[in-house]
């Protein structure tokens, strides 16, 4: 079974804090990502990595920067954390033979 | 502006009874399309895929059509169980995205006993 943990569950911030959210994948795969999910949007793509040291931006990456220093970890960033970074952030990893992606359970991040 | 669109944000069934899920999408581009579930708290599973050379793919319980010239795919549930209650999310890819999806905004299905 492909396993994906996000560290936290529950997440409250203030405004301005710098945010790390930690994602750790068993299953040897190249690909991960980082969406954010919101009522009536869907899941959104942040960043993704095909490769260790690799970062590509996806379609909502102001705000945010990752970190991919072992193939098995992505982190993802808020650098100054704002109030409409409030959401469920989700980590996916990727199985490019199977072409699916394997979901964390989220990470539901509040920023005061 | 939205590629893949789920105009129904919630549907309810009755226990038993057939639910359909529909899905629209705008680029021609796209030849690969998923169907996630995905229960309150946990994330999103994968649930059924199918690719552009087909136009139906069958999964026990769960089918989904994929209407090329309509650009338009639907997922069946037969028989509805409650168990099947929770937001399900479509999702879209091309060759040239590699392995991105783009996922529409979701349904939340309810199947009432």
């Known amino acids: 079974d492909v396993k994906v943990t996000q560290s936290s569950r529950y997440l409250v911030k203030r405004t301005g804090e710098k945010v790390f959210l930690e994602c750790v994948q068993d299953?040897?795969?190249?690909?991960m990502f980082w969406y954010r999910q919101d009522p009536g949007l869907g899941l959104r793509l942040i960043y993704f990595?095909?490769?260790?040291?690799?970062?590509e931006k996806g379609d909502i990456p102001e705000g945010y920067s990752v970190s991919r220093e072992k193939k098995e970890r992505f982190s993802l960033i808020l650098e100054s954390a704002s109030t409409n970074q409030t959401s469920m952030y989700l980590c996916a990893t990727g199985d490019y033979s199977k072409n699916i992606q394997y979901f964390g359970a989220g990470t539901r991040l509040s920023v005061l | 502006d939205q590629q893949v669109k789920q105009n129904s944000p919630s549907l309810s069934v009755q226990e038993g009874r057939i639910s359909i899920l529909n899905c629209d999408y705008t680029?021609?581009?796209?030849?690969?399309f998923l169907w996630y579930k995905k229960y309150p708290a946990e994330g999103p599973t994968f649930l059924i895929s199918i690719s552009s050379i087909k136009d139906k793919n069958e999964d026990g319980r769960f089918t989904v059509f994929l209407n090329k010239s309509a650009k338009h795919l639907s997922l069946h549930i037969v028989p509805s169980q409650p168990g099947d209650s929770a937001v399900y999310f479509c999702a879209a890819s091309a060759v040239n995205y590699g392995q991105n999806f783009v996922f529409g905004p979701g349904t939340r299905l309810s199947v009432l006993p």
């Open positions: 299953m040897d795969h190249e690909n």
């Open positions: 990595s095909y490769d260790v040291k690799m970062k």
């Open positions: 680029n021609s581009m796209f030849d690969y």
